[in-house]
């Protein structure tokens, strides 16, 4: 088992690696010149040759690549990202700081309604496979699979907040405010989970130890719960733990549709202002959350899969 | 000898998907107590399902028409809650791969003190006491540890073991053995296949003993009823079916088993 | 697998929808009752009428006609991406799982790193980097979004592979493009269908997005996610603006998926008889 856990985090190491790679390759290709955006943030009144070329010496933009590479690696795991291409007063890691516990807020309240909301609804499917409720949660399922995220947090907006005023439409502040966003980023997920889950289950249900359970007599509610839910919880934590950092770089949409001030909605300003420091360091903490949560839940699925017990005796 | 159980015209159709597949047709036997019926036959031929039906276990998607008189009432019409509590406790079943049986996240201790309970009222310690009793009736060494093992910690002969006294733990009437020594070694199989002799002899149960084996089954069963496709193509005592048997099927399948094992008693003489 | 899909009433008529959606789209301008461009500041927010049988947006502009028009962003630069995404994918996969040896391990290797990233993040990233046009939406798409397919064909090839006949062609010397195009991909064209089906899906919500997010098609074109966009800040007065186009990208997606799932079912073992 330890082997397996090893070997997972060597592979990480090279993924971590490429993304890094190709965050600064990005800023390599970027059509500004770095060397005249310092001097821009130095506030020099005339840029010229020369002060462009003695710049380029200053900041080490004569080296070769990799040096360069391997110098801005370095800055990055001491957290310096730089500072902003538009507003050089404040710094990418400051910006990014600001607007994190949004986000992570937001985040957070999705993955417990998508907890909440699609554990039951997949278990009563599965218990009640092509009963009426089964057959409306799954074309409910469909069709929330073919809307687009933003259209369904305009629609709740329009539904909830301006129609019937229950909560705000925008903005944040107290958990009203953070409901419908919250609400909207899971919608998009539930309907994957609800569909992961039911057939986890259903394929439990089918397993010999159930008709064994049910050849001694035990009662339908105890082989359900105590059995085939507690053998399906596994996959199931598994696959929302992995869903993890997909929520988080699930908010961009939903930020921009409900104002909410995260780092989506940072990111996107900052697309379109070409602040090119902070889409770079967006993408590689996205990227980074990516590889390490995939990698925490990959070994906790291992250790605690029971079957792969049997395979190690 | 006592009737325990008949079945009679049994019949069971697949209804998924609104197409109609016979799996068995007018199947009918009696079991006695004391007494052993083999039921023979390959893969497919509905063995199991005939005593799938019987204990109430398969689902809507099957239609079953004929009756099985268990003491004056009839399986196949009997409720649910009826029939859960006849299993386990009056009729007990042990199935043909004990490695998967048992749920992988519980050990062998609580797994059987569930069945315990559902059908007594012991209290615990006494269901402990009842627990270590089954390990040793069926000669396993070391009873504490095991129970305290998760299914995968143990060989399979060990787990089929383990079901055969769960099933025969609460004294039940009747035991339906679905091949419980297919999925086990040779030599554990002969362990197996004397555990069963040693049930006949002693407990006063009748017993259905599935299997595609023609070894075992005549050394346990009084009576075999050989099924090929769902339907039953002969019927008799085991000297019948195996000197006797009139019927091409049933020939056929003697036939290839004797030759299998001719030729491996051959083997062995030349070498 | 046809005359199969044809029994099924599902397949028929999410088949149906699409087919109408594009007939409406490419010839937009018989179906449009109006200029979907021209703006009459003020008629705008007017009711459902005769002249416009949708009402018009907050410029004045016919609901109606721009979304007749919109067909054309919306679905035909869908396909464009999805037909350059799985034919990428689909020659590395072709390359990969045919060829074996290095091949395979380069190609794998570089699918295995884009496909542990998450795909919205570097599309966007790419289109940050390119600039915000919506050549640029379906050049990232076609950029990320091949790793997936190719790993998917990889794996239908590698079942084809040493099947019979493609070693007979090998055995009676036929060139390995030739056994490439006239065998293999026959093979898994059934299977390319299915992706292809579920992808369009993936591509309209995807460049709807970023439309949405104003980093896609631009102003004015009538793309449903810009329509969206602009539905946005006018939700108080005039909610058919946001309702039409959002309502119009479900029926076109759900059907498309639709569509999938009826192939797939088709093509089923199981369900074969």
């Known amino acids: 088992m330890k082997n397996y856990i090893i070997k997972r985090c060597l592979i990480a190491i090279p993924l971590l690696m490429c993304i890094s790679f190709f965050c600064f390759v990005f800023i390599n290709l970027i059509p500004s010149d770095p060397a005249e955006v310092a001097l821009r943030v130095r506030q020099t009144p005339i840029i010229t040759e020369e002060a462009i070329s003695q710049i380029r010496v200053e900041l080490g933009l004569n080296d070769p690549f990799l040096i360069r590479y391997a110098r801005w690696l370095g800055d990055c795991l001491r957290f310096d990202f730089g500072v902003s291409y538009v507003n050089p007063a404040r710094t990418v890691l400051g910006e990014i700081g600001r607007c994190l516990p949004a986000t992570i807020q937001l985040a957070g309240f999705s993955l417990i309604f998508v907890i909440i909301l699609s554990l039951p609804i997949g278990f009563f499917c599965a218990i009640y496979k092509d009963s009426l409720f089964d057959r409306i949660v799954r074309s409910v399922v469909f069709m929330t699979t073919a809307m687009p995220a933003y259209w369904i947090g305009l629609l709740l907006m329009w539904l909830i907040s301006i129609k019937l005023d229950l909560l705000p439409t925008s903005g944040n502040g107290t958990i009203k405010h953070l409901i419908l966003p919250a609400f909207t980023i899971s919608l998009t997920y539930i309907s994957t989970y609800i569909r992961l889950i039911r057939n986890n289950i259903l394929d439990n249900m089918k397993e010999d130890y159930v008709l064994y359970e049910k050849a001694r007599g035990l009662k339908e509610r105890t082989i359900l719960i105590n059995h085939v839910l507690k053998n399906s919880l596994h996959t199931c934590i598994v696959a929302i733990g992995m869903s993890i950092p997909q929520l988080i770089a699930g908010t961009i949409v939903v930020e921009n549709v409900f104002a909410w001030p995260g780092v989506g909605k940072l990111c996107i300003a900052a697309i379109f202002n070409r602040d090119y420091p902070i889409i770079q360091a967006y993408v590689l903490m996205i990227g980074t959350l990516f590889v390490v949560f995939n990698l925490i839940f990959d070994i906790i699925q291992y250790i605690t899969d029971p079957r792969l017990r049997r395979d190690v005796n | ?271 | ?273």
Request: aromatic share 8%; glycine share 6%; proline share 3%.
């Open chain 2, 1 to 271: 000898m006592k009737e325990l159980l008949k079945v009679e015209n049994l019949t069971i159709t697949n209804i998924e998907n609104k197409k109609q597949t016979t799996i068995v047709e007018n199947i009918s036997f009696s079991v006695e107590l004391g007494k052993c019926i083999g039921i023979l036959g390959e893969s497919g031929s509905g063995k199991s399902m005939t005593c799938k039906a019987i204990m109430g276990l398969l689902d809507k998607n099957f239609n079953i028409t004929g009756s099985a008189i268990y003491k004056e009432k009839d399986l196949l019409t009997e409720g649910k809650e009826n029939m859960r509590k006849l299993r386990g406790k009056k009729i007990c079943m042990i199935l043909q791969n004990p490695m998967t049986s048992f749920d992988p996240l519980y050990r062998i201790d609580k797994q059987i003190t569930e069945t315990l309970i559902e059908h007594t009222d012991l209290s615990k310690v006494e269901i402990s006491k009842k627990s270590l009793e089954i390990l040793e009736m069926m000669q396993i060494r070391n009873p504490q540890d095991v129970l305290k093992k998760y299914p995968h910690q143990l060989s399979g002969g060990m787990l089929q073991r383990i079901m055969i006294g769960m099933a025969l733990i609460l004294e039940p009437d009747l035991i339906i053995a679905d091949e419980p020594t297919t999925a086990i070694d040779a030599i554990t199989q002969y362990e197996i296949v004397n555990e069963f002799l040693k049930i006949k002899e002693k407990n006063q149960v009748g017993i259905i003993f599935i299997s595609h084996d023609l070894s075992v089954v005549s050394k346990i069963a009084d009576e075999v009823i050989v099924l090929d496709k769902g339907k039953i193509v002969d019927k008799g005592s085991v000297d019948y079916i195996f000197n006797e048997a009139k019927n091409p099927y049933t020939k056929n399948l003697i036939d290839k088993k004797m030759a299998v094992m001719k030729k491996f008693q051959e083997i062995i003489k030349k070498g």
């Open chain 3, 1 to 273: 697998m046809i005359k199969q899909l044809m029994k099924n009433k599902m397949a028929i008529l999410s088949f149906g929808i699409i087919a109408l959606i594009s007939i409406l789209g490419i010839f937009a301008p018989v179906f449009a009752p109006n200029d979907p461009y021209e703006s009459n500041i003020i008629k705008k927010f007017a009711a459902f009428s005769y002249e416009y049988p949708l009402g018009t947006d907050h410029l004045g502009r016919c609901i109606l006609s721009r979304m007749i028009y919109g067909i054309r962003p919306t679905l035909f630069l869908s396909l464009l991406t999805m037909l350059g995404t799985i034919g990428l994918g689909a020659i590395m996969g072709l390359l990969a799982g045919y060829f074996r040896g290095i091949v395979d391990e380069i190609i794998m290797r570089i699918v295995d790193v884009m496909l542990s990233f998450p795909s919205q993040i570097m599309i966007l990233a790419v289109v940050a980097l390119l600039g915000v046009d919506i050549r640029n939406v379906i050049i990232a798409n076609i950029f990320i979004k091949w790793a997936w397919y190719a790993r998917m064909i990889r794996t239908s090839v590698l079942k084809y592979r040493d099947k019979n006949f493609i070693l007979f062609s090998r055995s009676i010397g036929s060139s390995e493009s030739f056994i490439l195009i006239k065998h293999m991909l026959p093979c898994i064209g059934s299977e390319m269908a299915i992706l292809a089906t579920l992808d369009i899906g993936w591509a309209i919500l995807n460049i709807s997005t970023l439309s949405f997010l104003g980093l896609g098609v631009q102003a004015p074109v009538s793309e449903w996610g810009a329509m969206l966009n602009e539905a946005k800040n006018v939700m108080t007065t005039n909610p058919y603006q946001m309702l039409v186009p959002g309502i119009a990208v479900v029926i076109l997606v759900a059907s498309f998926n639709l569509l999938g799932d009826c192939i797939r079912d088709a093509l089923d073992p199981k369900e074969a008889n």
